[in-house]
């Protein structure tokens, strides 16, 4: 019979052979799966972990705009790329490590989160239509998803970069409560307006990381998975659905969407007037600008050349943003508070499309008219700081994912992910 000491050993030896079975597959489907859609900057082989933990034999990918210690934060440009490696592991990348993940690949991002790739490195592709773009900024933490590479991955959102990739990929994306999951050892690019989520497989796959990377919802998950709720209420963003910039078939995909909850017996569905959203998606554009020249400032008056012409461009454009336009931003977002809290009054979640149109060929840059409105409905959360989570709801005829956004009260994620949870299911199961 074994003694404690022994069955430490055992289990440890057991989880250790698991890990690395698991860490072999995933680098191989990297390979095979990934590096033809663009997704993957560079493989991890060996990755450092705790030998036991809640996330041992799971690998995660990570967006390389996040330091992991001994290699280059890349950022999707090519001279960082070959810059030197990271001293120390970003926080998250710290409590992933010490959960037992493997932290198996950096994946590729538009050039520093700022909405364009850079022209020598090509842009990731969807795994579910190779012609398209898998959307950025998070695109090659999506990428990865949505081909199987891996069930997790950690991505950044400052004004859609999580969601809208994993409604182009047909995947989950979460962006957590502003400042609930640390963005320290992240390049920034606007810090009033970056977070750090998740692209997941599944909703349960976000619920099962949450714990190791904000440990004070460790007990918070778990009371939510003994009491299981029997239905919500959904605030139904009619205005959002009604935007004449919204493509009809996302539209009509979206509805159908809605009616397939509603069918279902479990959720409830109220309108909401998505003005107050809409005047939060208005004031995204001045924060960002001077945040981000704030940011890039030194290299563009230095070496404006280390950037690709399109990023150096949109930084060029927001050396003339005015700082008092960005304070009056920020002091118009308090008073429009109110507001949006009121929406979410005798309602669990707010719920309306992710992005205006399917998956295009390519990212459009944030300053044309395509790329203008990419981000209208996903942008207001990232000034608000609420948090939202997309999953799959459909696809149009041309065989795109459609993705449908909830968002919820300010540190309230546990709930907002278990109600998508539910709404996922729902959605996963055959149409009627």
């Not at 041309?398 to 009260?409: F, I, K, T, Y």
């Amino acid at each position: 019979m074994l003694d404690a000491e022994d069955e430490n050993w055992s289990s440890e030896h057991r989880n250790r052979s698991l890990a690395e079975r698991e860490l072999s597959a995933a680098l191989d489907r990297l390979d095979r799966l990934g590096r033809p859609l663009n997704a993957v900057v560079s493989a991890i082989a060996h990755p450092r972990r705790a030998t036991t933990g809640p996330l041992v034999g799971t690998p995660i990918a990570v967006k390389d705009i996040i330091a992991v210690a001994g290699h280059p934060v890349g950022n999707g440009n090519p001279e960082d790329m070959v810059g030197p490696p990271a001293e120390h592991d970003a926080p998250v990348i710290s409590l992933l490590r010490a959960a037992g993940a493997d932290v198996f690949a950096l994946t590729s991002l538009l050039e520093y989160a700022a909405g364009a790739p850079h022209p020598d490195l090509p842009e990731a592709r969807n795994p579910v239509r190779p012609d398209r773009t898998a959307g950025g900024s998070s695109g090659g933490s999506a990428a990865l998803v949505a081909a199987g590479v891996c069930r997790v991955a950690v991505g950044t959102d400052t004004g859609g970069s999580i969601r809208i990739p994993a409604a182009y990929c047909g995947v989950v994306g979460y962006k957590p409560t502003f400042g609930l999951v640390s963005a320290e050892g992240v390049t920034p690019l606007s810090p009033s307006l970056d977070h750090v989520g998740l692209i997941t497989a599944t909703v349960d796959d976000c619920l099962s990381v949450l714990p190791s990377i904000v440990p004070a919802l460790a007990s918070e998950v778990a009371s939510h998975e003994a009491a299981p709720r029997a239905g919500y209420r959904l605030g139904v963003l009619d205005g959002q659905l009604a935007d004449p910039r919204l493509d009809p078939e996302i539209a009509a995909i979206t509805r159908g969407a809605l009616d397939r909850l509603a069918s279902a017996g479990r959720f409830d569905l109220e309108p909401r007037d998505a003005a107050p959203l809409a005047a939060m998606d208005e004031l995204l554009g001045p924060i960002l600008m001077v945040e981000a020249w704030r940011v890039h400032e030194a290299i563009m008056k230095t070496r404006p050349e280390h950037f690709g012409a399109t990023t150096r461009r949109l930084l060029a454009e927001a050396e003339h943003a005015a700082p008092a336009a960005r304070l009056a931003a920020l002091e118009r977002r308090e008073r429009l508070r109110p507001d949006v809290d009121a929406l979410l009054d005798g309602v669990d979640a707010l719920v309306g499309p992710v992005v205006p149109y399917p998956a295009p060929e390519l990212t459009p840059p944030v300053d044309t008219p395509e790329g203008e409105i990419e981000g209208i409905f996903t942008g207001p959360y990232n000034v608000t700081g609420q948090p939202a989570v997309v999953i799959p709801c459909g696809m149009t005829a041309d065989g795109l994912p459609v993705g449908l956004q909830l968002a919820g009260r300010p540190g309230d994620d546990v709930a907002l992910l278990r109600l998508a949870a539910r709404a996922a299911s729902v959605l996963a199961s055959p149409a009627p």
